[in-house]
């Protein structure tokens, strides 16, 4: 089989013809994704064009990190405000780096999601939290007694 452009398709004999409204055969590279460039000049060293994500894993880090050593509610809200910020910076930021996953609708709302979570998780954890949602506890109650 010989694929003469990548939009060539082989038909039931093995010849290729040309069809343009399907995918190619071999996909060769992928779109990065908007806002995926480089937070810094090309000639800066790495660290330098990655310090969105830098930022956001070292909060990460230091969160998993209290976690450890007991402070488990202020560990906790760190990784969730981590996320949060990675929010903000994918939506203020037009270049993020490896920040930059998905659309970035997509980023943002996944970020902001799981980091709001985390962070109302984070509170309502026991013993004495520092929120109570009310119908949560019921839910709660109704399903643990069911």
Known sequence: MVVRDP????????????VTR???LFTRDTARPEGGGRAARGDAPAPARQWPMLAVLSLVGLGLLLTAFDAFRIGTMLIGVALLGGAV???????VGMLAVRSRFTDIATYGVLGLAIVLLAMMVQPNPWLEIPFLKDTLHFTVSS
């Open 7 to 18: 939009i060539s398709v082989p038909d039931a004999e093995g010849t290729p013809r040309r």
């Open 22 to 24: 399907r995918f190619p």
């Open 89 to 95: 910076l994918r939506w203020l930021l037009p270049g």
